[in-house]
């Protein structure tokens, strides 16, 4: 028997116990810790479902719950909610990293979309997520909701325009259906209202549709019927609120009430519709107050149409078709705003309004008209009537008069008004006053006025519609008068909500001129118009063309598409042959001047109907130009914006445009298909553009009228302090983001690296077990020998898995690196937009150099990712080695004669004595670890090199042991 190898080999494990001591002690122990666990989730509903279990793990879209957690450790966690049955939907996620070991309190709420329903009971899953693993969960059900949007409303607006309210039904599997909504007891049953892929469900509800006439005044429950497998009650209801609402048909007038029987004016009319109010209840009074002068107000009490009787009826709805008929009087000017009285209160509507303006009128045989009937001639008395001008003296202690003139120049007369604005005058037209048309003015002492065309002496005269202070007119486009608006409501447009900021004048093309014929035989006709030898075509003359009872004859026509020029307006009637028309305001004018005019309008604008809509652009666009009035022949040279040639380069298209003979702009045809004349307009600056076109009849430049563009563009406004500001702290805050996820990223590395030390401590106990029964059974040794191959076969396994987790890290690091690509993106369009503030210059330059650190960082734990992963290869390929030398061993050991007895015996009594020295090593050891345990953590990566030396120690220990037992093997 060899006793010096046996010695030799006890030596060395002697040598190895002290080696593998320190990095026991200093590695933390996860077996004494518990496990992560969602120990209780707070703010979830009981329910029972349809078959009759009961579940208390119910929420409802939009909800927010407490997750508990227990956490043995401060590494960093997630807790997020997913679909059960495809985990790739995160509905919502907490990552959470711990400031103590125990328990946590994660809060989450959850989004009203929930995509991927498949079912009410158990589809959401809690997941508890450690180290990229699901290490514990819970189930959730979810429960619908419905929502209604606006809450509070009323049946009709102002205008009587019906309302619509959205009910949204949330948490119901996709394909579900709702049957049928209830506001309080009034339902509706939808059609095709079936859930969309989040759960959801839109259902737009016409108030007044309910019924006919909306619902009273109240709050209502909403609620809703799906056939599900959650019974209604838990569905979880709201509440819509009904106010009332006052509308007034008109919404202006001239505040008239006469017993004067009217020709072609009449009394107002005051059409007073109520929604919403209270059911059955009695409508005491209803008072017009006026806002101007706030002494003046009208009362009409018990105004409701028989058909009520002075009461609401079911629905809260009632009507007063004329409220002058109530109480007949005139009204002074002013905007009224309605009040409604019931026994109890009163509602006044600041919403609705009824504004009266001042009018003058003409009185002639009994009868009162807008226009006087017949020619009138210098030194005829006229009598006139005035409605509508502010109070007189009994609602103020003041005197109000009217003072008329002739064209605000030839004193008429000067009367006092009445209580309501009125009054009844006669004035004299003076001899010296020049054959055409004039004016009365009439202004009141707190200067309210107005003004009536008169026509002195002429028999037929003309009035531009649109543009009465003018000869000048827009001929038409293909004859048909076009009219575009900003930003009117059609299907695709976005903007309406930003460009009112811009909302101007309507624009068009194609003048209307009306005309009046005074003196003709009642009955005469309208024979043939023309504009110099060109005939109006009968289809663009609107109006009667036959003289009245008085000989007078009123009539309007569209100017055709004709170029530009001056046209004499000629009529010829049946009866007095061809008439000359003069201008109304110069009767020595009797021509219109045709001017060429551009109306811009968007591409997909329908101008054939007669409309179309006014550019609103978001940056640059493309819109479609229409061009009437033109002369065939001329040649065009670029657009104008705001009176600039700035972009005179870009519209060199334009020179290929033409005119054709009606005098409209054409582009040419392909194929028989017409292009349309456009431009690009690229300006970013918001605001309100003219665009004209100059062009050349011969060698003459001219100018067209003005078209307009709108431009809206938020991004523009970057600009403002306030938004570098806040561009400055989303910058920021991005950084704070990424510098959170390169901490996590860390943290992560560190968690794994730490698994790995705890896995290689519990292996490394165990082998230090099965050493030790060499000193008490050595029978047993082959069994002791396979079970540490065993061990060291799973250190391998749990070495390559760990590998592979710190491989996983690169994940990471390439996310990490995307984010920082980002931001680098972002901060170069930031650059691009704000390259002249020095402030945003300085931010960029320490931007830079917090990417070269963070970049180096990475750098460095790529490099130290490798480092480990070449040590870990290295062991396990030692490992590997060693497994095949046991194994050899383990084939080499039959088994021991008495022969080795008295020799063990020996050796048993020196390892006791070697095993006493060893505790006593192993305590002064322990007694150390206190100390050290505190910067255990930054000897971590130590302690794994400490690991892999105590691997070598007992590698060599093994070969010893070897050695012993090929020297006491029987030979």
Known sequence: MNYKSIIFTIA??????????????????????????????????????????????GVYPGDTIIVEVYTPSTATFTVRIVNTYNDSIVYVAQTVKPPEPGYVNVTLTLPKKLPGLTQAIDILEVQLVVAGSVVNWRYLSVLPIIEVTPSVTTIVD?????????????????????????????????????????????????????????????????????????????????????????????????????????????????????????????VTNIRLSNTNFTAVYYDFPYPLDPEFANMTDEYGYFK???????????????????????????????????????????????????????VVMPGTAITMVAFGYSPGYDWYDLHNNLTVTLDMVSPLTVVELGRDGNVTFTITIPPETTFGSHYIHGIDSRGYEYSVAIVVGAKAVFVIELKPGTNEVWASYNNTHVEACPCAVYE???????????????????????????????????VKLYLNTTEVPSTLIIGNTTANALGTMVFKFLVPSIPEGAYTIKVVTSVSGEINVAWARSPSINYIVV????????????????????????????????????????????????????????????????????????GGSVEGKDIYPAILFPVLQPGKYEVRLLYYYGTTPNLSDPGYIYVVNNLTYVATKEDVEKLSNEINTGFNNLNTLVSSGFANTQALLQTLDTKLSAKLDTIT????????????????????????????????????????????????????????????????????IDVIVSKLSDISTSLSTISSSINALSGKLDDVKSAVNSVSSSISDLSSKVAGLD???????????????????????????????????????????????????????????????????????????KSVVPK
């Not at 102002?158 to 949204?168: E, L, R």
């Not at 093309?509 to 009046?516: H, N, R």
């Open 769 to 836: 077990v099965n050493l030790s029964t060499i000193s008490s059974k050595l029978d047993s040794v082959n069994k002791s020998i396979g079970d540490v191959a065993s061990k060291i076969g799973s250190i391998g396994t749990q070495l390559n898995t760990v590998y592979g987790l710190i491989l996983s890290q690169g994940g990471k690091v390439d996310t990490i690196l995307s984010l920082v690509n980002d931001i680098h993106t972002n901060m170069t369009y930031a650059m691009i937009k704000l390259d002249k």
């Open 320 to 374: 007063v078709s004329d409220l002058l008929s109530i109480m007949p009087t005139n009204m002074t000017a002013g905007l009224y705003i309605p009040v409604v009285y019931l026994p109890d209160t009163s509602y006044e509507f600041r919403n609705a309004y009824y504004l009266v303006r001042p009018i003058l009128l003409f009185l002639y045989n009994g009868m009162i008209y807008k226009t006087y009937p017949v």
């Open 891 to 965: 084939t080499k050991i039959t088994g021991l004669d008495s022969k080795m007895d008295s020799g063990f015996k020996g050796l048993e009594a020196k390892i006791t004595s070697l095993d006493s020295k060893v505790d006593t090593r192993f305590n002064e050891v322990s007694s150390k670890v206190d100390s050290a345990s505190g910067a255990a953590s930054n000897s971590m990566y130590i302690g794994v090199i400490a690991t892999f030396f105590a691997l070598l120690a007992m590698i060599f220990a093994l070969l010893g042991y070897s050695t012993i037992r």
């Open 595 to 666: 001017k060429p005019k551009l109306l811009l309008v968007t591409l997909d604008s329908d101008v054939t109907s007669g409309s179309g809509v006014l550019p609103v652009l978001v940056g640059s666009g493309i819109v479609r130009v229409i061009g009437t009035g033109f002369t065939p022949g001329v040649s065009f040279d670029t657009i104008l914006v705001n009176m600039t040639d700035a972009l005179r380069t870009l519209y060199t298209s334009v020179r290929y445009w033409s005119v054709d003979s009606n005098g409209i702009i054409t």
């Open 12 to 57: 060395l494990i002697s040598l190895l116990i002290p080696i593998l001591t320190p990095v026991l002690l200093v590695l933390p122990i996860a077996t004494a810790q518990v496990n992560y666990t969602i120990t209780n989730i707070y703010g979830t509903t009981t329910f029972t479902d349809t078959s009759g279990a009961t579940h208390d793990n």
């Open 158 to 282: 102002s205008t009587g325009t019906p309302i619509t309210v959205k009910a949204i039904v949330y948490g119901l599997p996709e394909g579900k259906s709702v049957d049928e909504v209830d506001i309080g007891p009034y339902p509706y049953y939808p059609v095709d209202a079936v859930a969309d892929e989040n759960g959801m469900v839109v259902i737009p509800i016409t108030l007044l549709d309910l019924t006919g006439e909306g619902i009273p005044m109240d709050v209502y429950t909403v609620s809703f019927i799906a056939h599900y497998d959650i019974p209604p009650e838990y569905f979880r209801n709201t509440t819509l609120t009904i106010k009332p609402q006052v509308v007034i048909i008109p919404s202006s007038g001239n505040g008239i009430f006469t017993s004067i029987p009217g020709y072609d004016i009449g009394n107002d009319k005051i059409e007073v519709l109520g929604y919403g109010f209270p059911a059955n209840t009695n």
């Open 492 to 526: 695709g447009k976005t903007f309406c909500d930003v460009c009112v900021v811009y909302a101007g004048a309507c624009d068009y093309v194609g003048d209307y001129v009306d005309v009046t014929l005074y003196g003709l035989q009642p009955g005469e006709t309208l």
